[in-house]
Each structure stands twice: as structure tokens, then as C-alpha cells.
């Protein structure tokens, strides 16, 4: 089965860290740019981050700029987000994703243009 496996998500204070990690399932991440989305509930998914495969280059979106970083071990298949000073309004379930392009897209927010994603793993920051 072709999916995407997400880890590291728990519980932390305001103010703490988190890696997430994605790895694929059937199928390799080598040649992929990578996204990571994040739905709060009650609000719709949103894209906060992606790294592509060519060049390396990531992009954010404003709310987690400067304290989330984007990173990928292409040796290990793996794609980590990196979470510092985290706010409890960044509690979510977060999801990597990938549409199979090699590169970050202007549209990397959308979830609608994804084709593979994982199940998600639940973050919970407490104030």
C-alpha cells in the first residue's frame, strides 16, 4: 500500500520542541518534494511548510516562519519538521504529503493538488 508515515508528534509546553519525521510506505520519497500540512479542529488543513527534492529549497508559511524548519535525509528516505517555540495555537494533527513533483509548487498549500498522504500524528501544546 502506498502511503506516507508520519512520527514524533505528543504533548509539550508552550515554548517546547517537537521533530516530526515522514517516511514512505511502497513507495520512495527520494525524487519528491515533500509538504507538511497541519488541521486544527474545526479549521480546514493547511500547508505550513515544503522542501523539494532538486535544490533543497523550502518554503513556510508566515505563521510558523522562523521557528519551523524543513529538512530531508534523502540516504534515509526521511523528511523531518523541526518545531521550536512551539504556541498552543499550533496544536493539530499534522500530515506530510507529496503531489510527485520534484519541486515546490506556488500552489504547496493546497491539499487538494496532493496525490499521497499520510494518516497524520497529533501535536498538543499547552499553554
Known amino acids: 500500500q502506498v502511503q506516507l508515515v508520519e512520527s514524533g508528534g505528543g504533548l509539550v509546553q508552550a515554548g517546547g520542541s517537537l521533530r516530526l519525521s515522514c517516511v514512505a510506505s511502497?513507495?520512495?520519497?527520494?525524487?519528491?518534494?515533500v509538504n507538511w500540512f497541519r488541521q486544527a479542529p474545526g479549521k480546514e488543513r493547511e500547508g505550513i511548510s515544503c522542501?523539494?527534492?532538486?535544490?533543497?529549497?523550502?518554503v513556510y508559511e508566515e505563521s510558523v516562519k522562523g521557528r519551523f524548519t524543513i529538512s530531508r535525509d534523502n540516504s534515509k528516505g526521511t523528511v523531518y519538521l523541526q518545531m521550536n517555540n512551539l504556541k498552543p495555537d499550533d496544536t493539530a494533527v499534522y500530515y506530510c504529503?507529496?503531489?510527485?513533483?520534484?519541486?515546490?509548487?506556488?500552489?504547496?498549500?493546497?491539499?487538494?493538488?496532493?496525490?499521497?498522504w499520510g494518516k497524520g500524528t497529533q501535536v498538543t501544546v499547552s499553554s
Open positions: 504529503a507529496t503531489d510527485r513533483s520534484s519541486v515546490c509548487h506556488g500552489n504547496y498549500r493546497n491539499p487538494k493538488v496532493m496525490d499521497y
Open positions: 511502497g513507495f520512495s520519497l527520494y525524487h519528491y518534494a
Open positions: 522542501i523539494s527534492y532538486m535544490d533543497g529549497r523550502t
